[in-house]
């Protein structure tokens, strides 16, 4: 996508209008198919998928049965926990009416969202007496290509698109849903492509061609420190939203960039506390 805007070459910026994009894939009577459902959608038939070839390789910590319980819960968790955390971090005034409820208007947290997956991934561990640090690395490598679906729906959507840059920059878009009409970074593509396809190849890789796997934290370790450290430098790029510009004013850091400091630090205690520590697992997987 980058490459195609780049290949324009014009001193204009570019305008999204024009790229014939529609946030949604048809429309029947009032009923849209938006296209940031169909990433949740998507995103999460993807990575339960995936772990379920995973669980097959030598050394899975779980059976499919604790795989298909993990689909559930964590999909309540990325949803009650994003929505949660979104009021909770950005938005404290939805608490205590209807307005929490709607999902359909948007706002969902990153960060409350990861906290709903934990809650999620620690139930079933508990209950199923499996080992909760492995569990999280099997869940972590399938996050960040969900990720980036969600994030090129934010930008089919023309939302959460980023801060102003000279019109001549070879990625400058105007966004339709911006009321000043400046040309600005398409943060959202930038998200996608660290966040997401930089961060999932990474973890993918260490998964399939290394025994990063035997090692109890190292993946959710790496994951923790790439989406961190990107969700990081990505706010940079990234329009604070309205009402919370007055973080950037006074700190000098958006919110995101406070929430993911603390992502950063705990993944590299995690990764030195893996890689520390003996292999684990073995060839042996867990029994139906």
Wanted: glycine residues 12%; hydrophobic residues 50%.
């Amino acid at each position: 996508m980058l490459s195609l805007l780049a290949a324009s070459g014009a001193a204009e910026p570019i305008y999204w209008e024009n790229l014939g994009l529609r946030p949604y894939l048809f429309e029947i009577g009032g009923f849209q198919l938006r296209f940031y459902s169909l990433a949740y959608l998507f995103g999460i038939l993807l990575a339960y998928w995936h772990l379920s070839k995973m669980i097959k390789a030598p050394g899975s910590p779980m059976a499919q049965r604790h795989a298909d319980d993990l689909f559930f819960y964590c999909t309540l968790g990325v949803i009650l926990g994003g929505r949660l955390g979104y009021a909770a971090f950005y938005k404290p005034e939805l608490f205590g009416g209807v307005e929490l409820f709607k999902l359909w208007e948007g706002g969902m947290s990153f960060h409350g969202g990861v906290i709903g997956v934990l809650i999620a991934i620690s139930w079933v561990a508990w209950r199923n007496g499996l080992n909760w640090l492995r569990i999280c690395d099997y869940i972590s490598v399938n996050v960040p290509f969900a990720y980036m679906l969600g994030r090129l729906a934010n930008f089919i959507n023309g939302e959460l698109y980023g801060r102003p840059v000279e019109s001549d920059f070879p990625f400058a878009m105007v966004f339709p849903t911006d009321p000043d009409q400046l040309a600005r970074h398409p943060s959202q593509l930038y998200q996608a492509g660290f966040e997401g396809l930089l961060l999932g190849v990474l973890l993918f890789a260490l998964f399939w061609k290394t025994r990063a796997r035997y090692r109890a934290g190292l993946l959710v370790g790496v994951f923790t420190i790439g989406m961190g450290l990107g969700r990081f430098l990505m706010e940079f790029f990234r329009e604070p939203d309205a009402y919370l510009a007055y973080v950037v004013v006074e700190t000098g850091l958006s919110r995101g960039q406070w929430l993911s400091l603390p992502m950063i630090a705990v993944g590299i205690v995690v990764v030195i506390y893996a890689m520390m520590k003996p292999p684990v697992g073995g060839p042996a997987r867990a029994k139906p």
